[in-house]
């Protein structure tokens, strides 16, 4: 595996004395030969065993949930595949630990990415470089774990230009779902070698 990887410093969801914490880990996969390792990782600072439930969905909605104990400090290493027998996943993790930390990893051959998960929701995301050149793909993940269906609509900024692609607005992502855009296809961002979305 990916052992030797080194990420940044991580971001807390709460501050000491916070009563619970809930992260969001964004992933998925495309229609590629081989679906992404997705491992999520969680560290306790607050020195006793906490209980972390992860609620995993892919587009048609929850796929499974499973509590794990997190043993201070950690880390605790969960593969979210094997746990929940499906790739493409995304997981919410929620925890009566309000220091609880929580970065998830994404690994194919020779290439891995880490990050920490975010903790709160939100109406707007910018992305500032993508790239679609020939061999390479990207990927707009979208989750969307709460009651009511999301409605998104997706901007490029290029070199001279905004675009705003019709087939890139309005689209919805299902309450407890979440849902891949390929960013390479329709009128958005084809053959560019740097573009922000």
């Known amino acids: 595996?990916?052992?030797?990887?080194?990420?940044?410093?991580?971001?807390?969801?709460?501050?000491?004395?916070?009563?619970?914490?809930?992260?969001?880990?964004?992933?998925?996969?495309?229609?590629?030969?081989?679906?992404?390792d997705h491992e999520l990782f969680m560290v306790n600072p607050a020195g006793e065993t906490a209980s972390a439930k992860l609620t995993a969905y892919d587009a048609d909605g929850v796929v499974g949930e499973k509590v794990v104990e997190v043993a201070a400090p950690g880390p605790t290493e969960v593969d979210v595949n094997t746990t929940f027998g499906a790739t493409g996943l995304s997981v919410m993790v929620e925890s009566d630990a309000g220091e609880l930390v929580v970065e998830h990893r994404l690994i194919r051959p020779n290439v891995a990415d880490q990050v920490a998960c975010a903790t709160s929701s939100s109406d707007r995301w910018y992305f500032p470089a993508q790239t679609t050149v020939l061999a390479t793909a990207a990927q707009l993940y979208l989750f969307n774990p709460f009651p009511e269906d999301a409605s998104i609509d997706i901007s490029t900024a290029v070199e001279d230009s905004v675009k705003v692609p019709p087939e890139w607005q309005g689209l919805v992502v299902p309450a407890g779902t979440s849902r891949v855009i390929d960013l390479g296809s329709g009128g958005g961002a084809q053959r560019r070698n740097q573009f922000s979305v």
Not at 5 to 23: C, Q
Request: a neutral charge; proline letters at 14%.
């Open 1 to 36: 595996t990916s052992s030797g990887l080194e990420s940044p410093p991580s971001p807390a969801a709460g501050r000491p004395g916070a009563l619970s914490s809930t992260w969001f880990c964004a992933a998925g996969g495309a229609a590629t030969q081989a679906a992404p």
